[in-house]
């Protein structure tokens, strides 16, 4: 029996899944440089079949499982499944990238534990999907020219001198800076809102992004729920908070789960080293006759971007990563919004006008970055402050959110 070429990747699935899913990725992967194990680019009359699936899950370096209910129903899938799962364990290395097709996390649970507590990428819409496998496979792989070119194309060129997290944040590309429309829509609808609700986000990261520096094969989430913040302002848990599920990029939680209503937090932690943490800063206030406001807690949202900075760069440190950082506060949907304060006889119409506000960078060695995290969360709030046209005039802050040089 002659030995298969190696491919890329193998694609299980149920025949029903076959017009819908399977053959549009096995094309759009084939397209881009790959090389699939696909049923019908293999089996000719008279072949095993056993011995030629056998022969290309050997042969292939990740699996693609298109979860559905009939997958489910069907033995021949889930025979591949196990062979997948049976050489992840053998090879300690994550190589089943799921597909959900009309499937959720709690039908996984019902059927399967260890592929519910792996985010799977949805089918719909297809490039989107075909787009993540791409990714997960070119981070693995580390090599293949054409696969290289296409996702350079679909990311933004990182500049010389620019920080790639930064970059990012500049471009929107990858994190979550902002409520998405439909999102927007799920608000207003579910709260019968007339403005929706700011949003803040924490991006942080090595200054150059490293493939596989926070590998979910290597990490457990435990380990990441663990590292602790001392001297934090906010009296919260954190991350243990958060059951941090596992995807093809790194780890990853929304709350709620409930991807029809807005998210109220959000948490991104990329296997490179990109890391966000997203919320909503503000909340619905009545003021005088009836008149709603929505209102932004400003002590409380300099304590998470106080802490979740701190906690971002020692979640580095607890890797392993010894460069330089950069950690940027991001807010948007912020228009009409008005600022809350103890005292507001010196702010007699705190509201802001501005919808959207880039925070400066902190950048430089990371052993270096947690004693400013306190002056460049002050300096942070004091841009906030800016654009509803108040000067605060509040005294520098120290690392322990002590007050320096106090003004009378």
């Given at each position: 029996?002659?030995?298969?070429e190696?491919?890329?990747?193998?694609?299980?699935?149920?025949?029903?899944?076959?017009?819908?899913?399977?053959?549009?990725?096995?094309?759009?992967l084939?397209?881009?440089?790959?090389s699939?194990?696909?049923?019908?680019?293999?089996?000719?009359l008279?072949?095993?079949?056993?011995?030629?699936?056998?022969?290309?899950?050997?042969a292939?370096?990740?699996g693609?499982?298109?979860l559905?209910?009939?997958?489910?129903?069907?033995?021949w899938p889930?025979?591949?499944?196990?062979?997948?799962?049976?050489?992840?364990?053998?090879?300690?290395?994550?190589?089943?990238?799921p597909?959900?097709?009309?499937?959720?996390e709690?039908?996984?649970?019902?059927?399967?534990?260890?592929?519910a507590?792996?985010?799977?990428?949805?089918?719909?819409?297809?490039?989107?999907?075909?787009?993540?496998?791409?990714?997960?496979?070119?981070?693995?792989?580390?090599?293949?020219?054409?696969?290289?070119?296409?996702?350079?194309?679909?990311?933004?060129?990182?500049?010389?001198?620019?920080?790639?997290?930064?970059?990012?944040?500049?471009?929107?590309?990858?994190?979550?800076?902002?409520?998405?429309?439909?999102?927007?829509?799920?608000?207003?609808?579910?709260?019968?809102?007339?403005?929706?609700?700011?949003?803040l986000?924490?991006?942080?990261?090595?200054?150059?992004?490293?493939?596989?520096?926070?590998?979910?094969?290597?990490?457990?989430?435990?380990?990441?729920?663990?590292?602790?913040?001392?001297?934090?302002?906010?009296?919260?848990?954190?991350?243990?908070?958060?059951?941090?599920?596992?995807d093809?990029?790194?780890?990853?939680?929304?709350?709620?789960?409930?991807?029809?209503?807005?998210?109220?937090a959000?948490?991104?932690?990329?296997?490179d080293?990109?890391?966000e943490?997203?919320?909503?800063?503000?909340?619905?206030?009545?003021?005088g006759?009836?008149?709603?406001?929505?209102?932004?807690?400003?002590t409380?949202?300099?304590?998470l971007?106080?802490?979740?900075?701190?906690?971002?760069?020692?979640l580095?440190?607890?890797?392993?990563y010894?460069?330089?950082?950069?950690?940027?506060?991001?807010?948007?949907?912020l228009?009409?919004?008005?600022?809350?304060?103890?005292?507001?006889?010196?702010l007699?119409?705190?509201?802001?006008?501005?919808?959207h506000l880039?925070?400066?960078?902190?950048?430089?060695?990371?052993?270096?970055?947690?004693?400013?995290?306190?002056?460049?969360?002050?300096?942070?709030?004091?841009?906030?402050?800016?654009?509803?046209?108040?000067?605060?005039?509040?005294?520098?802050?120290?690392?322990?959110?002590?007050?320096?040089?106090?003004?009378?």
């Amino acid at each position: 029996m002659a030995t298969q070429e190696p491919r890329d990747c193998f694609i299980s699935h149920a025949s029903e899944d076959k017009d819908a899913v399977a053959r549009p990725l096995a094309e759009a992967l084939t397209s881009a440089g790959y090389s699939v194990w696909f049923d019908e680019y293999e089996l000719v009359l008279g072949d095993s079949l056993r011995g030629k699936i056998d022969e290309g899950l050997a042969a292939s370096r990740f699996g693609v499982v298109v979860l559905s209910p009939q997958f489910f129903e069907k033995g021949w899938p889930q025979s591949e499944l196990n062979a997948l799962a049976a050489k992840e364990m053998v090879g300690g290395e994550r190589l089943i990238l799921p597909v959900w097709h009309g499937v959720d996390e709690e039908f996984l649970a019902s059927k399967s534990p260890l592929l519910a507590d792996r985010i799977g990428v949805p089918s719909d819409p297809l490039d989107k999907a075909a787009e993540q496998i791409i990714r997960a496979i070119e981070r693995r792989k580390g090599q293949g020219a054409t696969a290289a070119a296409i996702v350079a194309a679909q990311e933004p060129s990182i500049g010389p001198t620019s920080p790639e997290p930064l970059q990012l944040v500049e471009s929107q590309q990858r994190v979550k800076l902002r409520l998405t429309d439909k999102e927007r829509e799920a608000e207003q609808f579910a709260e019968n809102r007339q403005v929706i609700s700011g949003w803040l986000a924490i991006v942080a990261g090595p200054v150059r992004l490293q493939t596989d520096l926070i590998d979910p094969i290597e990490v457990e989430p435990d380990t990441l729920r663990e590292v602790t913040v001392e001297d934090r302002w906010y009296h919260s848990e954190q991350l243990n908070r958060f059951g941090l599920r596992v995807d093809h990029t790194g780890f990853f939680r929304r709350m709620p789960d409930d991807e029809t209503v807005a998210p109220e937090a959000w948490l991104k932690i990329w296997e490179d080293g990109l890391m966000e943490y997203g919320q909503r800063v503000s909340h619905q206030a009545h003021h005088g006759l009836g008149e709603v406001q929505m209102v932004i807690p400003t002590t409380s949202i300099a304590e998470l971007i106080h802490d979740y900075a701190l906690l971002f760069l020692n979640l580095l440190l607890t890797v392993g990563y010894e460069g330089e950082a950069v950690v940027i506060a991001n807010f948007a949907d912020l228009q009409d919004h008005r600022l809350g304060v103890s005292e507001r006889l010196w702010l007699p119409d705190p509201t802001v006008r501005a919808d959207h506000l880039q925070g400066r960078p902190l950048q430089g060695p990371i052993d270096e970055l947690a004693d400013r995290v306190g002056i460049w969360t002050k300096r942070t709030m004091d841009r906030l402050f800016l654009t509803a046209g108040v000067r605060t005039g509040y005294p520098d802050i120290d690392a322990t959110g002590a007050r320096v040089n106090e003004r009378s």
